[in-house]
Nanobody
Framework: QVQLVESGGGLVQAGGSLRLSCAASGRTFSSCAMGWFRQAPGKQRELVAVLTRGGSTNYADSAKGRFTISGDNAKNTVYLQMNSLKPEDTAVYYC?????????????????WGQGTQVTVSS
């Protein structure tokens, strides 16, 4: 079992930055594939960034060059640094964990979720 608790969401102006945190317990995040998904109103939950069990990172096209996923082993915490935020980044952001080496792109296949944190980007 993995428990995930997100923090760091909020309201920011376009062009600003936020850092989301995901504190894991029950297992070390390095033994899981970790990811950040987001869900905007009326839209499907989508994968934004992945930190694989081997330490590689992958990003959705919408996040490339602006978002960075990273992990701190000592704190057992995964982060999502979001820069150059746009109004279309507005969504609830969810931290996810999967025992497999890779994170499924289909959110319905993911086993562990945090409670979500709201990110709102104003224009």
């Amino acid at each position: 079992q993995v428990q995930l608790v997100e923090s760091g969401g909020g309201l920011v102006q376009a062009g600003g930055s936020l850092r989301l945190s995901c504190a894991a317990s029950g297992r070390t995040f390095s033994s899981c594939a970790m990811g950040w998904f987001r869900q905007a109103p009326g839209k499907q939950r989508e994968l934004v960034a992945v930190l694989t069990r081997g330490g590689s990172t992958n990003y959705a096209d919408s996040a490339k060059g602006r978002f960075t996923i990273s992990g701190d082993n000592a704190k057992n915490t995964v982060y999502l640094q979001m820069n150059s935020l746009k109004p279309e980044d507005t969504a609830v952001y969810y931290c996810a964990a999967e025992s497999a080496r890779l994170m499924p792109t289909n959110w319905a296949l993911v086993h562990y979720w945090g409670q979500g944190t709201q990110v709102t980007v104003s224009s």
